[in-house]
């Protein structure tokens, strides 16, 4: 065995490899993505990303049912959208071993919610595993493939933000070399009919059963006696900051948290004096300990956020560990789009459109923020096309309302919404941004980019003909690096009674290898209008001595946008003049 240096995606990862695992499936989404985009390296595994978590979900039902093993991957939003399949799959069970990798976001790092994944595996009546580091995350996800086969059951790695992307050493073996059996028919499992469905039922409840007796005396469950006058009970990276911070206090750490080990929980309490139960997010721990009648001490732990060993050491009185100090005073680094991002001429004419814009989910997200802030709503993946519709229900405004979905969130769950819309007979305006790419999450592929996880070549899907052919009559491309144009198209579109759908098509700036030469301002030309500047754009500022207009000739890559929009012809390519066409008007 060779020791490695391993993020926790890199381990679980390479866990499901060396478990035998055939296929690897899922949706990209922090913190979660590097985990399939290292199981595509190993050889004898087949991986993809499905549009979205549902499908991912439902392709690994498929392979668990043909006999192989299945990792399925997602964060802990996708685990909303995968819930369907995963409920009803706890009572059919499975073939091969079914593993859900899921990783939540405390803290909401990138998320648009703070959601405790356990709460999950306790009403899909799944076990569910938490491993603290790399080491564990690795052979949790191999001792979670034993356990699906073993009980007949699919089981839900949960991971977080700090296990997934910090690195400790690991432990790598071999590959385990599995045969796939032959396919044998079982329609009683696996037709969920109602009848067939009752009967699983019952057999859900004798396969928890058996479960709750392993979990009293699992290896992933353990009690770490030193000090007695206070016990902890913990699970996750929230052990490693306990350990830290409390380096003499007894711990019931616990890797396999569903069901839940009633007996050890006990045993535990009765050998301190104590009792402390520390988790982030939801007291999912605590309320099953009280309610075995163990007092618990108040901690004064807040629910929301991430912990720290300093923020659990400040909660017990005691030192806070020595730690690296963060820097102070920073200059601030607030989320902005990149030099030449194709997002921001579109969410600039749709500020001068004074448009209604209900958002989605990816890069397009910081359109709300200044200095555009022209994005009115972001609930969820596939929320801005429905929420467009329902405000075009009831029509209590005469501003003109928009929708605005990336092409990876439409192929996801915006196409259903747009379904809808045809439909029911929905009027209003839809805008697409094809970037050609899942940019947020790290330029993943996609149904529209053409291109799989493995990197060949895909049919990229034909956004115009595929809205046209579900019924959409008014179909339009606009070029999103020209404000001028798209603004024009969306006026005319918005005045429109019907539904309308603009692709605004252009590849993410971070894709385009070749750049432009970049631009420079005028001093002379300048009338300090600070229309460029409104555009966000980090490579344009403002000078503190004249108020002029400043393009950092580092950061720009020649995109234009700002030549567009200035009205005094005062920006140009560096030591030549130009005219690009599409001025602002």
Request: with cysteine; charged share 20%.
């Amino acid at each position: 065995m060779s020791r490695t240096l391993m993020s926790g995606n890199e381990a679980v990862a390479r866990g499901a490899w060396e478990a035998g695992a055939a296929v690897g499936v899922g949706y990209p989404g922090t913190p979660s993505t590097e985990v399939l985009e290292n199981l595509v390296r190993y050889e004898g595994v087949h991986c993809e990303w499905a549009p979205n978590e549902k499908v991912a979900a439902e392709v690994a039902a498929g392979v668990s049912m043909a006999g192989a093993r299945v990792l399925v991957t997602m964060k802990h939003v996708g685990l909303n959208v995968a819930a369907d399949p995963l409920f009803t799959q706890a009572y059919a069970g499975v073939g091969g071993g079914l593993v859900y990798l899921v990783a939540d976001d405390p803290g909401m790092h990138s998320s648009q919610n703070e959601q405790d994944t356990r709460n999950y595996a306790a009403a899909a009546k799944v076990p569910l595993f938490e491993p603290s580091d790399s080491t564990e995350a690795l052979a949790f996800v191999k001792r979670a493939f034993e356990v699906s086969e073993r009980y007949n059951i699919p089981v839900i790695v949960r991971t977080t933000t700090r296990v997934s992307h910090s690195k400790s050493l690991v432990e790598c073996g071999d590959r385990e070399q599995r045969l796939l059996p032959a396919y044998q028919k079982d329609a009683a499992r696996f037709v969920m009919i109602p009848a067939n469905a009752r009967n699983r039922r019952v057999s859900l409840a004798q396969r928890l059963e058996e479960l709750s007796s392993c979990v009293e005396s699992c290896d992933e469950n353990r009690i770490e006696l030193r000090d007695t006058s206070l016990g902890v009970i913990t699970s996750g990276i929230v052990y490693q900051y306990v350990r830290q911070a409390l380096p003499e206090a007894s711990v019931l750490k616990l890797g396999m948290v569903f069901p839940f080990p009633e007996k050890l929980i006990l045993d535990f309490s009765s050998k301190v004096d104590r009792v402390a139960v520390i988790e982030e997010l939801d007291p999912y721990l605590r309320l099953r300990v009280s309610a075995l009648g163990v007092g618990v001490i108040e901690t004064g732990l807040p629910c929301i956020g991430e912990y720290t060993p300093g923020i659990i050491a400040t909660a017990f009185g005691v030192p806070a560990p020595e730690l690296r100090e963060p820097i102070k005073d920073l200059p601030p680094r607030p989320p902005l789009m990149c030099p030449g991002c194709p997002h921001r001429g579109v969410f600039y004419a749709l500020r001068k459109l004074k448009a209604i814009v209900t958002g989605d989910i990816g890069c397009y997200t910081l359109g709300a923020l200044p200095p555009l802030q022209a994005m009115d709503s972001c609930i969820c993946m596939g929320a801005s096309i429905g929420m467009a519709h329902g405000m075009g229900l009831v029509g209590s405004t005469d501003r003109p309302v928009v929708a605005v979905i990336g092409d990876s969130t439409f192929a996801h769950s915006g196409l259903t919404g747009l379904l809808d819309m045809v439909y029911n007979g929905g009027a209003g305006t839809v805008m697409i941004l094809d970037n050609r790419t899942t940019a947020m999450t790290g330029h993943q592929g996609n149904p529209v980019s053409g291109i799989t996880l493995a990197g060949d070549p895909a049919p990229a899907v034909d956004l115009e003909a595929l809205v046209r052919v579900i019924g959409v009559a008014s179909v339009r491309e606009v070029d999103p690096h020209d404000p001028a144009e798209v603004l024009a198209v969306l006026r005319e579109e918005t005045a429109a009674d019907h539904l309308s759908v603009i692709v605004a098509k252009a590849p993410c700036a971070l894709l385009v290898r070749e750049k432009a030469d970049p631009f420079a301002v005028d001093e002379d030309a300048c009338i300090k209008c600070g229309r460029c500047i409104s555009l966000g754009c980090p490579a344009i500022s403002k000078d503190p001595e004249t108020s002029r207009a400043v393009i950092d000739a580092t950061l720009c890559v020649g995109c234009g946008q700002c030549v567009r929009v200035c009205r005094s012809d005062a920006i140009m390519p560096s030591g030549a003049a130009c005219d690009i066409g599409g001025r602002w008007s």
